[in-house]
């Protein structure tokens, strides 16, 4: 009989307290498998961006483990590049110079292999045409491509994301949402994606994970993917079978919240 795969991302008996402010108080367990979308959905202060805070090293555990492959996650490193709702580009660099900065520590590459990964990820957000550009000459949306577009270049296996979108007008955040799915699919990457946005999560996510509040349990798991299938399109918000998944994840979510929404 064949071995089972190791999991990819796996949290085990995961606690998390800050002082006297308890965090994560039943041991979280959970598992994410390579390639896999994970959105982590819950009211505003549940804990969520702290647990992934932790995958990436920025927190640690109070007790428990988080292991990547199998190993313990330490410190930062480039396997589990982090993208932030606020915007983390460079203004005195270009945008691609921006890009290229994810690999700037990076010595298994030389520099004509940097400059050609830095194109290949500025071509696939879409901004190829914007490279000797600066960041302040270019929108809210385009800058958010920039932070994506150095942690996918510097080689991220892991991409954690935390509310990246939230800052953003609806058109440019329902693009830079079919976008991230495009490029998540093409280029195989595992994404831990955190949101209090119901629709977002049900939109992005292969799986949604719905926490309760703080101190923050998982109270339901949602397989979008059987519900919905891979393929994503913008059109498909207007569907019944999305709307009645997303009648069904708000009740989960108001539930998990005390009502409060």
């Known amino acids: 009989m064949a071995t089972a795969p190791t999991p990819h991302l796996v949290f085990d008996g995961v606690t998390k307290r800050f002082g006297s402010v308890q965090v994560v108080e039943q041991p979280f367990d959970l598992e994410v498998a390579r390639h896999e979308f994970v959105a982590f959905l819950g009211p505003s202060g549940c804990g969520k961006t702290t647990l992934m805070r932790m995958v990436g090293g920025l927190d640690q555990p109070s007790s428990g483990e988080i292991r990547l492959d199998g190993e313990p996650v330490g410190r930062p490193d480039r396997r589990r590049g982090m993208v932030f709702q606020s915007y983390s580009s460079f203004p005195w660099l270009t945008v ?155 009740g989960v979510v108001r539930a998990a919240a005390g009502g409060e929404l």
């Not at 150095?150 to 954690?160: I, S």
């Not at 953003?168 to 329902?174: F, G, Q, S, T, V």
């Not at 994606?193 to 119901?198: G, K, L, P, W």
């Open 96 to 250: 691609g110079q921006n890009v290229a900065f994810g690999m700037k520590y990076r010595k298994d590459l030389s520099e004509q292999e940097k400059a050609v990964r830095a194109e290949r990820y500025l071509d696939l957000v879409g901004l190829y045409e914007f490279s000797d550009s600066y960041p302040n000459q270019v929108s809210g949306g385009m800058r958010q491509r920039i932070a994506i577009a150095r942690t996918l270049a510097a080689g991220a296996d892991v991409l954690l994301m935390d509310e990246p979108f939230g800052a953003l007008d609806a058109l440019r955040r329902e693009q830079l949402q079919a976008e991230l799915r495009r490029i998540q699919r093409r280029d195989a990457k595992t994404v831990v994606f955190v949101t209090h946005d119901v629709e977002e999560a049900l939109f992005l996510a292969d799986r949604v994970v719905v926490f309760s509040k703080r101190p923050t349990r998982i109270v339901a798991e949602i397989d979008v993917k059987t519900r919905l299938g891979e393929e994503r399109t913008l059109e498909m918000r207007d569907g019944d079978d999305f709307f009645a998944l997303r009648r069904e994840a708000i």
